[in-house]
């Protein structure tokens, strides 16, 4: 049974950056697929872009694209979203996910506050 | 790529059932069988419920289901109950290997 756990929450000033960390554990890291999804208050679900550890290969929405890098640590089953240049509305909760064109299970949120 | 167009509320009381629309593209949910739904309570990740448009993971109840006709998807919830109160979003592969979520839908049971 695969769990990711995610890393706590942030408070960052506008235009620093971010990293959060999402930790999997049960299945083969290696082999699925992880996602990030933030949700700002009060508003809908926004699929960031995603990672194929095995690949070593990502990919990003459009909105996010020069924005955001997604890594994976294959030794520590760990993928990671780095979004810089940081500004009011990224005040969100961000989620990791394990995809296949779904997302389950979810990882239990990092809500990151940008705030001067 | 746009969100996909959810209904921002739909209500219903106890036993009945409700149904809760998802339209999008044919470069999204008409153009493939990868329309997935999600379950969210307040201040709680989100919980799938169904895949691949109208499969329930394991210990999913029956009563919720997915189907597609053209670009509209659908979920239906049978004999709704209290605790089925919540958000629900809809998600779609799309034609650029991405994936888009509705603009979710707030289920209120009278």
């Known amino acids: 049974q695969v769990q990711l756990v995610q890393s706590g929450a942030e408070v960052k000033k506008p235009g620093s950056s971010v990293k959060v960390s999402c930790k999997a554990s049960?299945?083969?890291?290696?082999?699925?697929?992880i996602s990030w999804v933030r949700q700002a208050p009060g508003q809908g679900l926004e699929w960031m872009g995603r990672i194929i550890p095995i690949l070593g290969i990502a990919n990003y929405a459009q909105k996010f694209q020069g924005r955001v890098t997604i890594t994976a640590d294959k030794s520590t089953s760990t993928a990671y979203m780095e979004l810089s240049s940081l500004r009011s509305e990224d005040t969100a909760v961000y989620y990791c996910?394990?995809?296949?064109?779904?997302?389950?299970?979810w990882g239990q949120g990092t809500l990151v506050t940008v705030s001067s | 790529q746009s969100a996909l167009t959810q209904p921002a509320s739909v209500s219903g009381s106890p036993g009945q059932s409700i149904t809760i629309s998802c339209t999008g593209t044919s470069s999204d949910v008409g153009g493939y069988n990868y329309v997935s739904w999600y379950q969210q309570h307040p201040g709680k990740a989100p919980k799938l419920m169904i895949y691949?448009?109208?499969n329930r993971p394991s210990g999913v109840s029956n009563r919720f289901s997915g189907s597609k006709s053209g670009n509209t998807a659908s979920l239906t919830i049978s004999g709704l109950q209290a605790e089925d109160e919540a958000d629900y979003y809809c998600?779609?592969?799309?034609?650029?290997?991405?994936?888009?979520f509705g603009t979710g839908t707030k289920v209120t049971v009278l």
């Open positions: 996910a394990r995809e296949g064109y779904w997302f389950d299970p």
């Open positions: 998600s779609s592969y799309t034609s650029s290997s991405t994936l888009v």
């Open positions: 691949d448009v109208s």
């Open positions: 049960g299945g083969t890291f290696s082999s699925y697929t």
